[in-house]
């Protein structure tokens, strides 16, 4: 039997009467906060699929989709970050890394673009579970910068290939015009 329906937590100091509500696939996240009495003033910000790994949506105007599990909506009150957050060395992002990686220096090799580093730290293993961010007492964007991180990675490996490729046609011609 296809996925065609979907229960979808609405849940957050933003939202007038928190529900759990089953709709179909589809569905979009504004009719949801309806059902729910609405959004209430001040609300800034909204999250599809949760509060660790979900993403922050811009607007409401987006669909229920086979993964989703929760929209939640913040008020103004429970923003708890820092313009420029600095890091204190506790350690805790590593101690709660359920693949045993260090985020601190795959933080620090991806803000300043260093690629080889963020090859030898893992970088590739992080799942995005967010555990490290939700720990950081300094509030430190860490799971967000370990996916432009992966991003850096990933650029540079296809720019690597495209190098080698250019390489290999430009010794194929220059043999074949040799001939």
Known sequence: MPVVRKIVTVSGSGVVEPKNLECPIG?????????CGGLKDGTYKLIAGGPMMGMAQYTADISVAK???AILAFCENEEKTVE???????????SVCPMHLEPLFMYQYAS?????E???AHIMD???CGACSYICPARMHLTHMFKTGKQLVKDKAAADRAAAEAKKKAEEAKEAAAK
């Open 84 to 94: 420029n957050p600095q890091c204190i060395r506790c350690g805790k992002c590593v």
């Open 27 to 35: 569905t979009p996240v504004s009719s949801l906060l309806d059902a």
């Open 118 to 120: 963020l090859n030898d």
């Open 126 to 128: 992080c799942m995005e």
């Open 67 to 69: 993964g989703t599990g």
């Open 112 to 116: 300043k673009g260093m690629v080889e």
